[in-house]
């Protein structure tokens, strides 16, 4: 790769980077919602479009979470806002669905995952759109057969996905009556626990020598990892300084909205 390319490649990973911070301080959902189909498009764009670029793109989505993950639970913990009773008894269940979500995803093509994310991104743009704060299923977090279904299920779609627990894990806990700070303090928990075991299997399935971007482990692709990380952790402040000038509720609708095309594009993507 000459030199050219690379500040061309890295440019681009800046920016996307930057964009995926913002959205994450600003609408409180994790990056790799937005993290995914920007690699998709970015590496489909310099070349390396395969039948496994969606395994790419969510392993390296995935370990950026890693990162922003724990910086998230280790600030919300410093305000006293996660809630570790819920982390702990959800913790089996969303490691054991993280790890089965990598063993399917391995044997997937990427047209096939392309549309699976389009599917459930749809899912999480409509809750977006029209969930409202005052649903409930309960008032009280789920227990015994609920939680051995749901637990893992969480950790299970968040991988088909490449994303933090704050997806699914967010609407699941404020259905049930956890206050929404909370909810989204201890989301960031579960993101931790869905992305160190997905991340250490992707770094075990293998990309085709032909759809393989340069400094790529697996289905890691380390340069994004790096850049990615370095444009988050500045631009995830300006965002969460935003949010606190904006309406949160009309921001997630709109966002809802941009996301909910974003879907559709990939579910064509997958079909075309």
């Keep these: 790769m000459d030199t050219l390319t690379i500040i061309g490649m890295t440019v681009l990973l800046a920016a996307i980077g930057a964009v995926a911070g913002v959205m994450a301080g600003l609408l409180g959902v994790g990056g790799g919602i937005v993290l995914v189909p920007a690699f998709f498009y970015a590496f489909a764009a310099m070349g390396y479009d395969s039948a496994q670029l969606m395994q790419l793109c969510l392993g390296t989505s995935l370990a950026t979470i890693v990162v922003t993950s724990s910086r998230s639970v280790m600030a919300h913990n410093r305000k006293g806002a996660v809630n570790w009773a819920i982390l702990r008894g959800w913790a089996p269940g969303i490691a054991v669905g993280a790890g089965l979500g990598v063993l399917v995803v391995a044997r997937l093509r990427s047209d096939v995952l392309t549309a699976i994310f389009g599917i459930l991104a749809m899912i999480v743009a409509i809750y977006m759109v029209f969930g409202r704060a005052r649903w409930r299923l309960g008032e009280t977090m789920p227990g ?103 309406d949160p509720a009309r921001l997630k609708r709109v966002f809802g909205a941009f996301l909910f095309l974003v879907a559709a594009n990939m579910l064509y993507k997958s079909v075309w």
């Design 144 to 246: 015994g057969a609920a939680l051995a279904v749901l637990s893992p299920g969480v950790g299970f779609l968040s991988v088909l996905m490449g994303i933090g627990g704050g997806s699914f894990g967010v609407p699941i806990m404020t259905l049930y009556g956890v206050a929404i700070h909370r909810a989204v303090a201890t989301a960031a928990g579960f993101g931790i626990l869905i992305a160190v075991p997905s991340v250490i299997g992707f770094l075990f399935v293998p990309m085709p020598e032909g759809g393989r971007p340069p400094w790529t482990v697996g289905s890691v692709n380390l340069a994004a990892f790096l850049v990615v990380i370095a444009m988050t952790l500045v631009t995830a402040p300006m965002g969460a300084a935003l949010a606190h000038r904006t």
